[in-house]
């Protein structure tokens, strides 16, 4: 959901304003029909991130927080959820097993090492520390080099 949001902020920079509800996260990938014409739009995402049982994350936008039923200290305009385990959600992000950027209760609290390895992309994991790893070395490398 970071990555989303960061992603929105960006749109919002950009856009001079969030996507609408109509747009949704599409609009992060393709240039939707209703941007700006005075603005120029840039792809942001290759790709949305699908939430951690697989399915898309839904975006709820709104002038009103009421709506939503978010907090008045934590809104912004929008919002993210993921429909939870059971993939269905009846109150737009607010079932018990939903997960919400509004709500600090219902983000996962498992720890990093577990998301990980329960993780779809485990199996990239360790190809992804390598290659940090490769990248910290080279650099340290070249810095040790320019100082010689």
Known sequence: MALISAALKMFKVHAGRYPTEEEGLKALI???????????????????????????????????????????WTFDG???????????????????????????SSMDKRPLGQRMLESRHAPYAGAAILALILCIGTILRGRKGATA
Do not use: F
């Open 78 to 104: 929008h919002g993210l959820y993921s429909l939870g385990p059971d993939g269905i959600s009846n109150s737009r992000g607010c079932d018990d097993e939903d997960l919400n950027s509004w709500d600090e």
């Open 30 to 72: 393709e240039r939707p029909a209703t941007y700006p014409e005075n603005k120029r739009w840039t792809k942001i995402m290759d790709k949305l991130p699908l939430d951690p049982w697989g399915n898309p994350y839904q975006y709820v936008k709104s002038d009103d927080p009421s709506e939503i039923d978010m907090p008045d």
